[in-house]
Each structure stands twice: as C-alpha cells, then as structure tokens.
C-alpha cells in the first residue's frame, strides 16, 4: 500500500474484525461474516480520508472497529502512537475522548428525552472538562460554531429539522476537543440543499481545529468534496487507495472504474460509458478464493480465482490490488 510517515495521527495495521454466526441448541458458531478481512491505513493530522463502496462492503464495522466500538478479531490500531488494543478499560477511556462519532441518523443516535445542553454537555462532564456556568457557557459556544442559537439548549431533538439534528450531534463529537472523528455517512439522511452546508461545516471545523476525518459514504460526489485520500472498499477489504484527484481521475482497479462509471456528470453532452457489474457481492461469509473481485470483473483472468491479488504502486500516493 502507500508508504507510511511516522507522523501519522491513526496507523491500521491488518485489522480484522469476522463476526460468528451461531446455530442449534448449544449456540455452536458454524461459520463467520468476514466483515473487515485485513485492512491497513493511515491518516494523518488535519486529513479527510475518504471510505467508499457499496452497501456490505464493510464500511462501518472498519468505522467502528477503529474506535474500537467493536472490538477487532486481529490487528493492530496506533492512536497518536499509542496501540489502543493493549491500552487498560481507564487508559482507552482518557483516549477515547480524542477520538469521536458522528452517526447517519440525525435523530436516532440523540436521546429524545435529553435537552440538547444535556445532550452535548454529556461528554464534557463524563470526562470533567467543564461544570455548571463554565458547562453551560462552553455548550453555547459550540452550538454557535457549528451554526445553532444558544435557546436551541433548552429544547429536544424533536423540534429541530434533520439538518439541525446533524449539527447537533456535530456538536456532541466537538464538544471533547477531538482529534480524529469518524463520520458515518453523516449526510446522506438530508436534502441536497443541507448536505451542502453540513459538508461546508465539517470542512471549516476540519480547517479551525486541524481535524482528521475518517469519512465513509456510498456518495462519490460528496467523498470527492470533502476528502484529502480516498480509499475504496469491496467485500471487506482494500482494494485501492490513493489521493483523491488522482483516484478520480486514473481509478485502476476495475472495481473503482465501475464505482466512477455510475457517478452522474454535470456535462449533459458528455457521456460516460457505465460498467455494469454482472450478479451480487458474494457473502462474506464465504468470500471467493484469490481476488475477491474476479467472479464480477470484466477483465479476470483464470489466474484471478486462485493467486491473491498483489499491491502495485502506481505512484508515491495511489496503490491498487489488481493481478491484471
């Protein structure tokens, strides 16, 4: 993959994560989801790194096991050179506050019956950073950076529309002083028009406090707008990473040419050839030998179903895993 820098905020290093799957009277596991099958990354301070692929692909158990709300099967996680894996329950909880949440649902993930002040107040009193005036005042101002007025404290999730409801939890993920926030499709539950501003948010709080996003979506628009990196995803693993204009521009892997192929110009007299992928992803309970892509490729080789696939270096910043 990329060469790494030593200076990077968040290593990945084989990360795995395979959930059992259990059956009969005794509950015997008969087989595993191999929902995150060895995943290696970096990002770096003040970087967007964007996760795309399709539904399934194992975007958001990646999302949560690096905050370890799931916790991985293998693998090694460096938090600003720290392994988190090793780190004792009081130890991860004091890192833990530098690493945040920001959830797809704008109204699920909020406790309806907290007041938003008790709402992003929360976090800051968990870990004693702030306590009545000083709470309250520190509440109001973050509500003011991410757009809110201070008398939105005094109300529940219920009265705000889905666009206020994001910046709320946006809020909430802020409120900690976090370094790193992973974002889990955090605007493809709103109209058009407030995804804009939501994504135009997330870019000016990125640039202030010199954050590092981890940002998953299905959207390749919205992930070309916000990231530095992408990385694309196809049944659990990698399978090419690089910066976001080269990727964009020169995608190598068939698998992201087809991603690319379906994204909608603004040009209507331009077209673009689509590449249809025959069948559905296999399970991950079962993934298929050699690369993972070859049953739906439209160039595999007989060498694809057996060899897995190697990394090849297209450049100092993009790397692909392709036989072909």
Same mark, same amino acid.
């Given at each position: ?117 008790? #709402? ?49 939890? #946006? ?9 790193? #926030? ?55 693993? #990698? ?86």
């Amino acid at each position: 993959m990329t060469p790494r820098a030593e200076s990077a905020l968040l290593e990945v290093d084989h990360l795995v994560k395979h959930f059992p799957l259990r059956r009969g009277l005794f509950s015997r596991v008969h087989a595993w989801v191999r929902a995150v099958d060895d995943v290696s990354f970096d990002l770096h301070a003040g970087e967007t790194l964007g996760l795309v692929g399709e539904s399934g692909s194992g975007k958001t158990t990646l999302g949560r096991s690096v905050l370890l709300l799931e916790e991985p099967t293998s693998g090694k996680l460096c938090f600003d050179g720290v392994d988190l894996i090793s780190l004792r329950p009081s130890a991860l909880r004091r890192t833990r506050r530098r690493m945040q949440f920001i959830f797809q649902d704008p109204y699920g993930s909020l406790n309806p019956r907290m007041r938003v002040e008790s #709402i992003v107040g929360e976090g800051m009193r968990i870990h004693s950073l702030a306590r009545g005036a000083e709470l309250r005042r520190r509440v109001a101002e973050i509500l003011d950076q991410v757009g809110l007025p201070p008398s939105a404290m005094s109300r529940y999730p219920h009265e705000f529309s889905g666009g206020q409801r994001q910046r709320i939890g #946006i809020a909430r993920a802020l409120s900690v002083d976090p370094s790193l #926030i992973v974002c889990d499709e955090p605007v493809s539950a709103l109209d058009v028009s407030v995804q804009a501003q939501v994504l135009n948010l997330l870019m000016e709080i990125r640039a202030r406090r010199r954050l590092s996003y981890l940002f998953i979506s299905h959207d390749l628009s919205v992930v070309r707008h916000i990231s530095h990196r992408v990385a694309v995803m196809y049944l659990g693993q #990698i399978v090419e990473s690089g910066g976001v204009d080269e990727l964009f521009s020169q995608p190598r892997h068939p698998y992201t040419q087809a991603l690319l192929s379906a994204v909608p110009t603004r040009d209507p007299e331009r077209k673009r050839l689509r590449i249809l992928l025959p069948g559905e992803p296999p399970s991950p309970t079962d993934p298929p030998k050699g690369c993972r892509f070859h049953p739906r490729c439209p160039v595999a080789e007989k060498l694809c179903a057996v060899e897995e696939p190697p990394w090849k270096q297209r450049s100092a910043t993009h790397s692909y895993r392709c036989i072909h």
